[in-house]
T-cell receptor, first 116, second 119 residues
Framework: DGGITQSPKYLFRKEGQNVTLSCEQN?????MYWYRQDPGQGLRLIYY???????QKGDIAEGYSVSREKKESFPLTVTSAQKNPTAFYLC???????????????FGNGTRLTVT | AQKITQTQPGMFVQEKEAVTLDCTYD???????LFWYKQPSSGEMIFLIY??????QNATEGRYSLNFQKARKSANLVISASQLGDSAMYFC????????????????FGKGTKLSVKP
């Protein structure tokens, strides 16, 4: 079955350590996104990528980095510069050709990161 | 200013009854899309329904329908015949075009409404 796989589901790290969250999709989607969700909040965009080897900052990119070396993969690194990294992280993808407004985002199951 | 506003942090509904979850939005883009997602306690985001700004009819998908009032900039989700499995967070989201501040393909989300279905 096609879908988006995020791993691990739960991740624990010590403060000051970088950590990389995995996101893999086999939907053949061009566009991929990373969102952060905090309790009682909606999703906020961290980074997005429309094509391999290209990505753009979202609304809250500070302290995060990404790469898009393969169409299927869009890993997110939470660096030690991120001041409040504990959150739920969701990866998404979309067919979304430019101008097609009705393509929904397809989401993975998320990774819950706890930094102490 | 918030682009998507969901004014009901929490809602209760009796099983088998209908419930309306409110969503208002703010955009100057004439061509936008509105989405509703369901997030169970497990965390995944499940796409429910879509409404385009130029769609003449309200969107429907099974027990879900969208009460789209363009002049009022509201896109309320109606769930008919509620089931216990409908208990979840529900998010309204909007996609704008590049010329109106939209990142390519990104969705802007509201803060959500927690729906609890009582047996």
């Amino acid at each position: 079955d096609g879908g988006i796989t995020q791993s691990p589901k739960y991740l624990f790290r010590k403060e000051g350590q970088n950590v990389t969250l995995s996101c893999e999709q086999n939907l053949n989607h061009d566009a991929m996104y990373w969102y952060r969700q905090d309790p009682g909040q909606g999703l906020r965009l961290i980074y997005y990528s429309q094509i391999v080897n290209d990505f753009q900052k979202g609304d809250i990119a500070e302290g995060y980095s990404v790469s898009r070396e393969k169409k299927e993969s869009f890993p997110l690194t939470v660096t030690s510069a991120q001041k409040n990294p504990t959150a739920f992280y969701l990866c998404a993808s979309s067919t979304q050709p430019l101008g097609q407004r009705n393509s929904p985002l397809h989401f993975g199951n998320g990774t819950r990161l706890t930094v102490t | 200013a918030q682009k998507i506003t969901q004014t009901q942090p929490g809602m209760f509904v009796q099983e088998k009854e209908a419930v309306t979850l409110d969503c208002t939005y703010d955009t100057s883009d004439p061509s936008y899309g509105l989405f509703w997602y369901k997030q169970p306690s497990s965390g995944e985001m499940i796409f429910l329904i879509y409404q385009g700004s130029y769609d003449q009819q309200n969107a429907t998908e099974g027990r879900y329908s969208l009460n789209f009032q363009k002049a009022r900039k509201s896109a309320n989700l109606v769930i008919s015949a509620s089931q216990l499995g409908d208990s979840a967070m529900y998010f309204c989201a909007m996609r704008e075009g590049l010329n109106y501040g939209g990142s390519q393909g990104n969705l802007i989300f509201g803060k959500g409404t927690k729906l609890s279905v009582k047996p």
